[in-house]
C-alpha cells in the first residue's frame, strides 16, 4: 500500500503558531478564535501568521490533517498485514489509544468541531479524510473475514466503530 505524502516538518514560528492555534481552537471552537488571538498566543504577528497559512481554515486543516495522517501511519502496519490480523488490531488498538492521550489538544478540537454540527466540520469529517480511514481499517477486517481470521457474522464496520469508541470513550473519561 502507498503510504500518503507527509507534510514537510513546519518552521518552529509555524510550530508555535500550531500549538497556539490547537489550543484556542479546542478551547473556544474554530468559529470562535480569530487570527489575532493566534498570532498574540503564538508570540507573532498578524502577518506571519498569514505568511505560513492562506486563511484560517488552512491552519485549521493543517492540524486536523495531521491527526489524520497520524491515524493513517498507525492503520498501515494494518493494511499491510497478511499474518497476524489480531495481533495487528491489537497493535493498533492500543497505539490508538496513546495517541489520543498524547495528542489532548489536538483530539478535544476534533472532538469540539465534531459535535459543533457545523457544515464546516461535516464537510471535514464527513467525506474526507476521516471516512477513508474508517473504511481503510474496515476493509482491512473484511480481508481477515475472507481469510477466515475475522468470523463471517460480524459486521466489520461496526467493530470498527465500536473499537474506536471505546478509544475515545476511555480519552474522554481518564484524567
Not at 500518503?4 to 471552537?29: D, M, N, Q, T, V
Not at 486536523?64 to 498507525?74: C, H, I, K, P, Y
Not at 492521550?101 to 461535516?122: C, D, P, V
Amino acid at each position: 500500500m502507498n503510504r500518503p505524502a507527509r507534510r514537510p516538518r513546519a518552521a518552529p514560528g509555524a510550530r508555535r503558531i500550531e500549538a497556539a492555534a490547537r489550543r484556542l481552537f479546542a478551547s473556544k471552537g474554530y468559529s470562535g478564535t480569530s487570527m489575532a488571538e493566534i498570532a498574540a498566543a503564538a508570540g507573532v504577528s498578524k502577518a506571519t501568521v498569514f505568511h505560513h497559512y492562506k486563511n484560517k481554515r488552512a491552519l485549521y486543516e493543517a492540524l486536523v490533517g495531521d491527526a489524520l495522517e497520524g491515524f493513517r501511519e498507525q492503520l498501515i502496519p494494518l493494511l499491510d498485514a497478511e499474518g497476524d490480523l489480531e495481533g495487528s488490531l491489537r497493535e493498533f488498538t492500543a497505539a490508538h489509544a496513546e495517541r489520543l492521550t498524547r495528542m489532548q489538544g489536538t483530539m478535544r478540537l476534533i472532538a469540539r468541531e465534531m459535535l459543533s454540527g457545523s457544515t464546516a466540520s461535516g464537510d471535514l469529517f464527513g467525506s474526507g479524510e476521516m471516512a477513508r480511514n474508517f473504511s481503510l481499517l474496515v476493509d482491512a477486517l473484511r480481508r481477515g473475514q475472507a481469510r477466515g481470521q475475522v468470523r463471517a457474522d460480524v459486521d466489520p464496520g461496526l467493530a470498527v466503530f465500536l473499537v474506536l469508541s471505546a478509544n475515545w470513550f476511555l480519552f474522554q473519561t481518564s484524567p
